[in-house]
């Protein structure tokens, strides 16, 4: 459970990074 809690929150940093450079753009 907790290893699966890290992927999802590794995964929501990625999609957060990607949209936080297009809004900065």
């Not at 459970?1 to 900065?24: F, N």
Request: charged content about 30%; cysteine-free.
């Amino acid at each position: 459970m907790i290893e699966y809690k890290i992927r999802q929150g590794r995964k929501q940093l990625e999609q957060l990074k990607m949209p936080s450079v297009v809004d900065i753009s």
